[in-house]
């Protein structure tokens, strides 16, 4: 059984940072992907950003290109996403996925992951 917790949400002004964290435990955390999804209320749940299994290897939504960063430190079970120029679109549901392939190289897809987070709630304000 995997364990996925996220924390550092909160509230913040446009424009401003956060950094959200993804403690990950029950499963060899360095062999697999993994994710960033968000949901905005009334909305579908959304892909994010991913990381490959060595953390050499990212992608992004084109809506946080630029602005959003994807990482992780394999010695402490952690994924991290960093958002910078935060928008009030930004508002959402946070969720960490881990990514069901062994050395799998991230993807955009929800199916690809078969463990979830509880979700941190982010909220940017105008």
Not at 87 to 111: I, L
Request: one cysteine or more; a positive charge.
């Amino acid at each position: 059984q995997v364990q996925l917790v996220e924390s550092g949400g909160g509230l913040v002004q446009a424009g401003g940072s956060l950094r959200l964290s993804c403690a990950a435990s029950g499963r060899t955390f360095s062999r697999h992907a993994m994710g960033w999804f968000r949901q905005a209320p009334g909305k579908e749940r959304e892909f994010v950003a991913a990381i490959n299994w060595r953390g050499g290897s990212t992608t992004y939504a084109d809506s946080v290109k630029g602005r959003f960063t994807i990482s992780r430190d394999n010695a402490k079970n952690t994924v991290y996403l960093q958002m910078n120029s935060l928008k009030p679109e930004d508002t959402a549901v946070y969720y960490c996925a881990a990514d069901s392939r062994v050395y799998g190289p991230g993807s955009k897809q929800e199916y690809e992951y078969d463990y979830w987070g509880q979700g941190t709630q982010v909220t940017v304000s105008s």
